[in-house]
């Protein structure tokens, strides 16, 4: 029951996005990633068998599907920036928080184990219906580079 009211209350949320959507450019984006979002998740739900539909997320320079070492197959995306460019965080800062928005009922996933090299890395990872969503931003100071990954896998 709750589920279902939760739902009802996110397309209601939808809708007004829509509407705020035709009045602001930033978030006629954001309903972009929204709709995008549903797509790979619906097909992350079938381990993205065949090809990903495009185009797949708005704005993304380079994506592709890998195959996990389990077996899963998950959806992955790049960005690369000079080494710590101010627009690597505020792409990453703006991702999360569409994520965040778009996503029904998002829980925290784990915290990613602690990565073995000086260059600062920073991960938020969340589960929704089997989903994962992860989006990070890393510097690679040996690269002089900065990245903004995302990342979407099933069950």
């Not at 993304?60 to 195959?67: G, N, R, S, T, V």
């Not at 569409?98 to 998002?106: H, Q, S």
Request: charge should be neutral; glycine fraction near 6%.
């Amino acid at each position: 029951m709750f589920r279902n009211w939760f739902r009802n209350a996110a397309r209601k949320s939808r809708s007004l996005i829509v509407l705020l959507a035709a009045l602001s450019p930033g978030l006629a984006q954001a309903q972009d990633l929204c709709s995008a979002l549903e797509d790979l998740m619906q097909q992350a739900r079938a381990n993205f068998a065949g090809s990903v539909t495009q185009p797949a997320l708005p704005g993304a320079p380079a994506c592709d599907l890998a195959q996990g070492l389990g077996g899963a197959r998950e959806y992955h995306c790049a960005w690369a920036f000079e080494y710590r460019a101010p627009k690597a965080a505020d792409l990453f800062n703006t991702y999360d928080a569409d994520i965040r928005a778009c996503l029904i009922n998002p829980q925290k996933a784990k915290a990613d184990a602690e990565v073995n090299h000086p260059d600062s890395y920073v991960l938020y990872q969340y589960l929704t219906d089997g989903i994962t969503i992860a989006i990070s931003l890393k510097d690679k100071a040996a690269l002089q580079e900065t990245y903004v990954f995302l990342r979407i896998h099933g069950p």
